[in-house]
């Protein structure tokens, strides 16, 4: 079965200190990865979808980054986090371009 | 750019009440997807309609897509403080490679006991 974890949960990072957040997929070859942060529980917005390894596409602009240094492995950076980096970062994955599968998220406080 | 607009933004009801949520857009999609999101958790799927007109049934839940597939409907018969969570909807937009996504807003339910 495929399964997709995300970690830390919580994270609370100091204005100007970098970020590093991964997220792995198990059980599938080649997913489509994304970022997505969720503000305040509502809805989301897509950062950073890969279609491939080392395969990176930007939706906003922003102080973050993405990598993909594995098939199954996504990476959201920071070099230097700002206050409104804060929120809930979500990662993603698509078996062939259906239904999007989350991780358990990642809150990221800023302070 | 594609968007999806939901509503209502924040629903309360008591327990026995119906309810029904929409997600509207200008735009065609080729599937429309309903998640639901619990406090601290990543979304869940729990459902995906494909075809202009569909009617698809989980339970007390019936969710329908437009007929021209710019449009679809949550309905949620005899809610149960169970169902309290935030329901999203996402569109998969048209002509993109990588089966990109269009979130709403996103409805908070609350069903009081």
């Known amino acids: 079965s495929q399964t997709i974890h995300q970690w830390p949960a919580t994270l609370v990072q100091p204005v100007g200190s970098p970020l590093s957040l991964e997220c792995t997929v198990e059980g599938t070859s080649n997913p489509n990865l994304y970022w997505y942060r969720q503000a305040a529980g509502r809805g989301l917005q897509l950062l950073f979808y890969s279609v491939g390894i080392g395969q990176i596409s930007s939706e906003v602009p922003q102080n973050l980054s993405a990598s993909r240094p594995q098939d199954r492995q996504f990476i959201l950076s920071s070099k230097k986090l700002l206050l409104s980096d804060s929120g809930f970062y979500l990662c993603a994955y698509q078996p062939q371009n259906t239904e999007a599968f989350f991780g358990q998220g990642t809150r990221l406080t800023v302070v | 750019t594609q968007l999806l607009e939901q509503s209502p933004q924040f629903l309360s009801i008591q327990e026995g009440e119906n309810l029904t949520v929409y997600c509207n857009s200008s735009s065609v999609f080729s599937s429309l997807q309903w998640y639901r999101q619990e406090p601290g958790e990543g979304p869940v799927l729990l459902v995906t309609?494909?075809?202009?007109?569909e009617v698809k049934k989980l339970k007390r839940l019936t969710f329908q897509f437009g007929d021209a597939r710019k449009d679809s409907s949550l309905h949620i018969t005899a809610a149960q403080p169970g169902d309290t969570g935030l329901y999203l909807c996402?569109?998969?937009?048209?002509?993109?490679?990588?089966?990109?996504?269009?979130f709403g807003q996103g409805t908070i339910l609350t069903v009081h006991p």
């Open positions: 996402a569109g998969e937009d048209q002509g993109t490679s990588y089966g990109k996504l269009t």
């Open positions: 309609v494909v075809t202009g007109g």
